[in-house]
């Protein structure tokens, strides 16, 4: 039931290089416009692995594929950096995964640096405290962009998808299908069809827990991998 990016027990390492991948990526969307054509919507997470300028060129250099958003192209605790950013290159950008509360995103929102704010449930307060980011964000045309990796849970899906269902700027939603053993573990009202999802008629967040089934899966420890550039120094994953 790991997040899928993890490996059990010790971590596996990666090989990171900042300069084949600026070279890569827009090659990446140059492949799939031409096999997939303008219709369908393109995003990419960056992962925070970019200096701000390295992320203005990677910005421009994609804006020919018109992504919906590139996500996290810096370390998102620097909000000035993505001034920088926001002065080289029109590709939508996307942030806040990891924000745990609106004086993270007050600067990128204000000052109008990001395109899509993605806060979630669980990390940044709870409904209340999401509500007023987005309230904030829907200033300045902002739209919402909930994180919904599989480490989040069932029960943050289904506040996240009432939480949508209200929100006058919505953007999208993130949606990684958690394991089937998981599903069991917290039997929902909400469901996916056809690219949405729906969040059921189950009042409140619609999501329950199975306490005795929950107990069969005892904790068994996971890391998620770990980068390492082409001379071996060990680098952000
Ligand atoms: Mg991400």
Not at 132 to 156: E, F, K, M, N, W
Request: charged content about 25%.
């Amino acid at each position: 039931m790991y997040y899928e990016p993890a490996d059990a027990d010790l971590p596996s390492e990666n090989v990171w290089s900042t300069d084949k991948y600026l070279n890569h990526v827009p090659q990446l969307f140059e492949t799939l416009r031409e096999k997939f054509g303008e219709d369908i919507r393109l995003l990419h997470d960056v992962h925070h692995r970019l200096t701000p300028i390295e992320a203005g060129r990677l910005g421009k250099s994609l804006e020919p594929y018109k992504l919906f958003w590139m996500e996290d192209p810096t370390p998102a605790e620097n909000q000035e950096a993505f001034r920088l950013i926001r002065q080289h290159t029109t590709t939508p950008i996307a942030v806040g995964e990891i924000f745990n509360s609106i004086f993270d995103c007050h600067t990128l929102i204000q000052e109008q640096l990001i395109d899509f704010i993605r806060t979630t449930v669980v990390h940044a307060g709870g409904i209340t405290q999401l509500r007023r980011i987005a309230d904030l964000a829907a200033l300045y045309q902002i739209r919402t962009g909930c994180h919904g990796a599989t480490d989040l849970s069932p029960v943050c899906l289904g506040t996240a998808l009432h939480f949508d269902t209200w929100v006058p700027n919505f953007g999208v939603q993130e949606y990684m299908r958690h394991t089937e053993e998981t599903d069991a573990v917290f039997p929902h009202a909400y469901s996916f069809k056809d690219g949405y999802l729906y969040a059921g008629e189950t009042p409140g967040h619609g999501v329950d827990i199975d306490e005795e089934l929950a107990a069969k899966y005892p904790y068994q420890r996971a890391y998620l991998p770990v980068n390492r550039l082409e001379d071996g120094t060990m680098w952000n994953w």
